[in-house]
Each structure stands twice: as C-alpha cells, then as structure tokens.
C-alpha cells in the first residue's frame, strides 16, 4: 500500500506543479486537462485549461493534484501539510528555501528538540509544508 498527498487547486495546479518539480527537483510524469477528457464539451471554455490530474515523481515518491472541477466549489487547502523528510541538512535548507519563495515562513528552518533542522512554510500557493531532518542525518 502506498498513500500519496492529493492536492487540489482552483485554477493554479498547473503553475503550482511546474514550480513543485523544480523545487523539489521532481518530474511530472502524467498531465491531463479537463478538456481533454470525453465529455469535455461540457466543460465551460474558461476552465479547459484547468488541470484534470498532475502526477508529480520525486524519487520513488508521488504528489498528485488536479483543480477544483468548475461546477464544484473550490473551498481551499486547510488543515493539512505535506511533510518532507531529507537526507541533510544542505537539501532540507535547498528545498525550504525554494518552498518558501513568495510564500510565508510559519517556523524557521532551525535545529530542534527532535530534528537536525525543522521549519513550516504556507508556498505561493496556500500549500502548508513541513521540511524534517532528523537527528543523525
């Protein structure tokens, strides 16, 4: 069993996968819009553009999302993260430092009671991340 983060957007999951597989230095290894899928002449102009699934591979990881369908509504990402553990230090600091661009940091990237180095941040796109190194890494 396997259980990978689904994200959804509203409008913004193509912009927000791109930035993913650079800062995560990932690859997206399946994309598909909601007009390209049967049916899709239903679908308003405006939004058949829109991601209908993204599939985002970082190593032997998975990150999946798609946007809000248009005729659902679109209520956020709330009370949730998706946490991230390193190897080290240096990649945990790469990868909070590029998460954070644009964002907002909710707990520095620092030494802690129970990690090498651990910190919050809410990206550009409402995504809340925790980056963890742990102690003997």
Not at 112 to 127: H, K, S
Request: hydrophobic letters at 45%; proline letters at 4%.
């Amino acid at each position: 069993m396997r259980l990978n983060s689904y994200l959804i957007f509203d409008g913004k999951a193509e912009a927000a996968f791109n930035f993913y597989a650079q800062a995560l230095h990932g690859k997206i290894a399946m994309l598909m819009r909601f007009g390209e899928a049967p049916g899709a002449g239903n679908t308003p102009a405006e939004t058949r553009d829109w991601i209908m699934h993204v599939r985002l591979e970082v190593g032997d990881q998975v990150l999946m999302a798609s946007d809000c369908p248009p005729d659902r509504p679109y209520h956020g990402i709330h009370g949730c993260s998706v946490s991230i553990a390193v190897d080290t230090v240096a990649e945990g600091e790469r990868i909070f430092k590029a998460l954070a661009e644009g964002g907002t940091i909710q707990m520095p990237f620092e030494q802690t009671f129970w990690a090498e180095r651990f910190g919050m941040v809410v990206d550009r796109f409402g995504v809340s991340w925790m980056v963890n190194c742990e102690k003997g890494q």
